[in-house]
């Protein structure tokens, strides 16, 4: 079994008249790189490789759910879950939805599992069937998400695992980065539409609801009014902390109306775990950090954190990240208890 963790780009045309599609443009190609869950991955390839297959049966939410015949007999069988992979400990039993549909096209049968949709992304659970043998480190399907019609994904990054030579389990969080967070904290009538870039075998499209009003209704948020500036004049303002059973964010803004700066928050908690942060998703007005949590979650213990911004700018051209970063702030604190 081989891991291909991966970052990608949502601007696949998926040829599809019906859906109005709003360009892409500021989530800029030098975020193609393996890092989002890449980190959490390795902890997730771990329970893996111990468990085999993650059973439904270990999810609180199918003892709630009246499944009967056929599709009792598919839950029981999804291969793969959203929290296993995240590395998250967390029960997220009662966030995550179960969909189960599948379909087949061009020798591909695409079946998505389940999503949780976690304040402004939509997380999704995949299995991709090949009739031909799996490509060595070859690309999957590409996604886009859609809310009545019109485009509301940014972007996207995650991670997949060959489970074996026909079959990748797939984890994608598509950022709805086109959508006013307010409207996704009820329910909203999802589209998600897949596509082999590559080969242009076909799509995959299933439809849905989902709500997040449950998760969001979980979620601690604190403001934040810290700043600090980047080497090339930009002022970065931390505006908000987000917690719940998916893991912790940060999100800012920035006048620098630029994107050139990769940035990570470096620091430890009041019980002197160290924590970290990185950025999941940027554009030019903004972004998120989210919590690295490849060594272990935040501990439920945890009163304060004390985080300590670093910057490096992107290559000019093509070539490869530099892993100089140098402080851009002084240390600040947030009592997340």
């Known amino acids: 079994m081989k891991s291909n963790i ?22 800029e190609a030098k975020r193609l790189k393996k890092k989002v869950l890449g980190r959490v991955h390795k902890k997730s390839r771990k329970k893996i490789a111990i468990a085999g297959v993650c059973a439904a049966a270990t999810f609180a939410l199918l003892a709630a759910v009246p499944f009967r015949g ?143 009003e449950q998760l969001s209704a979980d979620t601690q948020t604190i403001d934040l009014t810290y700043q600090c500036q980047l080497p090339d004049g930009s002022n970065i303002t931390f505006t908000k902390y987000t917690s719940n059973a998916i893991g912790q964010k940060i999100f800012y803004t920035t006048d620098g109306n630029k994107n050139d700066y990769d940035m990570k928050l470096e620091g430890t908690d009041n019980l002197g775990n160290p924590v970290s942060f990185y950025v999941s998703s940027s554009n030019k007005e903004g972004g998120r950090f989210v919590i690295d949590n490849s060594a272990e979650n935040l501990s439920d213990d945890a009163e304060t954190l004390t985080l300590t911004p670093y910057a490096v700018k992107f290559p000019e051209e093509s070539g490869r990240m530099s892993n100089d970063y140098e402080q851009v702030g002084e240390p600040f604190t947030i009592e997340v208890r």
Do not use: C
Not at 7 to 25: H, P, R, V
């Open 70 to 212: 056929a599709v009792a007999d598919a839950v029981e069988q999804l291969s793969y879950r959203i929290g296993d992979f995240l590395g998250i400990d967390k029960n997220l039993a009662p966030y995550e939805q179960i969909v189960n549909q599948s379909v087949t096209e061009g020798g591909i049968t695409v079946t998505l599992n389940s999503v949780v949709l976690d304040v402004d992304e939509l997380i999704v659970s995949t299995t991709e069937v090949y009739e031909e043998a799996i490509t060595e480190g070859g690309p999957g399907l590409m996604g886009n998400v859609y809310i009545n019609g019109v485009r509301a994904s940014g972007g996207a990054g995650g991670g997949s695992y060959t489970s074996d030579e026909h079959t990748r389990e797939v984890v994608m969080k598509y950022y709805l980065d086109q959508v006013d967070m307010a409207d996704l904290e009820q329910e909203v009538n999802f589209a998600v539409r897949f596509n082999d870039y590559e080969e242009n075998r076909g799509s995959w499209e299933f439809k849905f609801s989902a709500s997040g």
């Open 6 to 27: 991966y970052m990608m780009l949502n601007d696949i045309d998926s040829g599809a008249n019906e859906y109005q599609e709003d360009e892409w443009t500021e989530l």
